[in-house]
């Protein structure tokens, strides 16, 4: 069979959604009565999200409510994702931290793939067709990503952590339950990216796709010609060529409109030795119409966020 440039086309995860996490909060719930100082942080329920005060004196001013927002003079800025809800916003720099185990169970509906960007060492994922009904997906899998050439570096070669997982073709059913744990002998796990959908085939991969490292430090060199490397982020980027059947392009471009602006996974083959091929990140490209019967060319390009390991 083919490799398949694929992409997740995620469902939104909001507080319906999600069901239970332990998880918890650094902050407390927005109270109407209570007085915020400049610089103090609430979490707003209604909005899943943490508020900073930006005046003394703030009272009575619900952050939920977009009006104090904004203005000359704002009550409140809009700090970050609560940390239950930051593993499901589409700001890959925001993570869900908590205590080993994290557990997190959701109800999304119909959805038959699963990606996760994490720091853990072990995962357990169990799918149910309903809250408390038949488990048709019991996972554990060790985050464990090196792959030994030789007896040498089997006993020898040093711990390589892997920090992506990805559950693939799971049974659909419209009320499926995920519960998720996430387990580290460090006491803390933390999850960057929780993305739950399905992953749809665009077209055939050709050869020569390519992923290109790239890194956010730079070079700092003062007046006197002394350099210093700030070191920064890096993460990769990756570019596909595909090929599919003409009729099938009005789905595919459809598909490519749905997640402009949004990150999602792109993979251009699930195989263990391509897994450089796979990346988290804003999609561009598009459909070409050669004079060849029937097909088209795909070009994928897929500015990544974060670092694929």
Not at 264 to 291: C, K, Q, W
């Amino acid at each position: 069979m083919a490799a398949k440039v694929s992409v997740l086309v995620p469902v939104d995860v909001d507080s319906k959604v999600l069901k239970s996490s332990t998880a918890v909060e650094t902050y407390a719930d927005y109270v109407a009565g209570k007085v915020y100082k400049k610089g103090d942080r609430c979490v707003s329920p209604t909005k899943n999200r943490i508020f900073e005060s930006l005046q003394d004196n703030n009272s009575g001013h619900d952050p939920a409510i977009t009006d104090n927002l904004t203005g000359n003079t704002p009550w409140w800025m809009d700090y970050a994702p609560t940390n239950r809800m930051a593993m499901f916003d589409t700001d890959v720099s925001t993570a869900t931290v908590a205590p080993s185990p994290l557990t997190v169970v959701l109800q999304p509906g119909f959805f038959r793939d699963l990606y996760l960007n994490l720091d853990a060492d072990e995962v357990d994922l169990v799918v149910r067709d309903s809250p408390g009904g038949s488990v048709i997906r019991a996972t554990h899998e060790v985050l464990e990503g090196s792959q030994p050439g030789d007896y040498d570096e089997y006993f020898f070669g040093r711990f390589e952590p892997r920090y992506d997982f990805i559950a693939q073709d799971i049974e659909p059913y419209n009320a499926a339950e995920i519960t998720l744990t996430l387990t580290s002998a460090s006491g803390t796990v933390s999850c960057a990216v929780m993305d739950v959908g399905d992953l749809i085939a665009l077209g055939d991969t050709l050869v020569g796709a390519k992923v290109t490292p790239k890194t956010y430090s730079y070079v700092d060199q003062d007046k006197f010609g002394g350099a210093k490397i700030v070191r920064r982020g890096a993460a990769n980027d990756l570019a596909i060529t595909g090929i599919l059947d003409r009729s099938e392009s009005p789905m595919v471009h459809r598909t490519l409109m749905k997640v402009l602006d949004t990150p999602v996974l792109v993979t251009a083959s699930t195989g263990v030795d391509y897994s450089p091929l796979r990346n988290f990140g804003l999609v561009s490209g598009g459909i070409e119409y050669p004079n060849i019967p029937d097909k088209c060319n795909l070009n994928i390009n897929v500015q990544g966020l974060i670092r694929w390991q």
